[in-house]
């Protein structure tokens, strides 16, 4: 199983003390809605999509399960980033057809919340996708819809994905 490019730092390596993530997004709009989703207490979380959760507080969990997030995941070792989104489409959302409109690389230098005092670096490949098929509920998802995102708050996003919501300007 390849390793999770979302960890550090190592004394070889000029990583941040807070750590790197380097992930890839799907963000799927319908008129004015984007496509979210809650995630659910499921083993897929922690071994295939969002592996740092191992190391999470019961309260942080259940801020995430709480939480709207976009399709994401990290990038693998290894993996492209657009390899990465067509793993998103495929096994998170269990889609087959999706078309890329455009794509993005935005980066995140912020507090981290693992490793308090330090700094953390994100590298988010983002990708405005058409989807061509209708995402729906699955067992790893408390709530999968496109919401209307004028009014939400970044802490109503699990993880860092509140800042992304931001720089995209969807809240």
Known sequence: MAEF?????????????????ISAF???KENDRVLLLKPRDHPRWAEEW?????????????????????????VKEGESPEDTLSRI??????????EVISSRLLNFYEPSRSFPGSMH????????????????LKPWFSAVEYVATVGLKPGEFGSAQGSLASELKLI
Not at 124 to 129: D, L, N, P, Q, T
């Open 5 to 21: 490019a979302y960890f550090g730092p190592t004394e070889k390596h000029s990583s941040p003390k807070g750590g790197f993530c």
């Open 121 to 136: 670096w994100d590298y988010c490949f983002v990708y405005e996708v058409a989807l061509k098929e209708r995402a729906s």
């Open 50 to 74: 969002a592996p740092n959760w191992r190391r999470y507080t019961p309260d942080t969990l259940l801020h995430e399960w709480e939480s709207w997030r976009f399709p994401s995941s990290y």
């Open 89 to 98: 489409i495929r096994e998170q959302l269990e889609l087959r057809s999706y």
């Open 26 to 28: 799907a963000v799927a």
